[in-house]
């Protein structure tokens, strides 16, 4: 059950200066405090890494980008009452932006909040739009460096896997050309062993499971 937010006022702390950091923390966006849902110990380690898109307007430098997360936190607060609803996103420029962070139950894909780690990058990644975002290098680097920090900090496994939201969920995202990408990605699951089962089934089935 998500918790009521708590408000404070950002207006006289500017973002217009770039941080070195490629991974931005929540407090360098101005996020918000939001008290989330923490994901149950027995799902932890994480052994699901999910991959969305936001079909939204890209940010190309981390003032566009602050502001975005900014805007989508406030819109998801106001009209849907919970928070952003990934655990961190990408921006077009290649920075990482924690949104709800690690250990975060996120609102990213429906059944598989509870045991499993939404990432959004920013953007429209629809090959069949004219105007389409297109994944880089960049992008994808950064979100490796992100998923070895969680090993390495113990909340993802070893042998997790990533998959694309269309892999569990009728819909399109994270777009065919981010998803085309995120298929080279070492971890990715090209088995689909997590369609149709809910995340006490997935649980059940691989959590003693070391994947290969």
């Known amino acids: ?121 920013i953007g429209d990644y629809r090959e069949e739009k004219p105007h389409h975002s297109r994944v880089t290098e960049l992008q994808l680097n950064r979100t490796k460096m992100l998923l070895d920090d969680g090993v390495r900090r113990g909340f993802l496994r070893p042998d997790f896997r990533i998959i694309g939201a269309k892999d569990v969920q009728l819909t399109a995202s994270p777009g065919s050309n981010l998803y085309n990408a995120i298929r080279q990605m070492e971890n990715f699951d090209h088995q689909g062993r997590f369609r149709n089962l809910t995340c006490a089934e997935i649980q059940d089935k691989y959590g003693n499971v070391t994947f290969d």
């Open 1 to 121: 059950m998500e918790s009521s937010v708590m408000w404070i006022d950002y207006g006289s702390i500017a973002v217009d200066q770039a941080p070195h950091s490629w991974n931005i923390t929540r407090e360098m966006w101005l996020a918000m405090p939001y008290n989330d849902t923490l994901i149950e110990d027995h799902f932890l380690p994480l052994m699901l890494v999910i991959v969305q898109h936001t079909v939204s307007a890209e940010c190309n430098d981390f003032a566009q980008c602050a502001a975005e997360l900014r805007t989508m936190q406030g819109s998801f607060i106001a009209h849907k009452h919970y928070n952003i609803p990934y655990n961190f996103m990408i921006g077009n420029e290649g920075r990482v932006y924690e949104a709800r962070g690690w250990n975060k139950e996120g609102a990213h894909t429906l059944g598989y909040n509870r045991c499993s780690m939404g990432i959004g990058f």
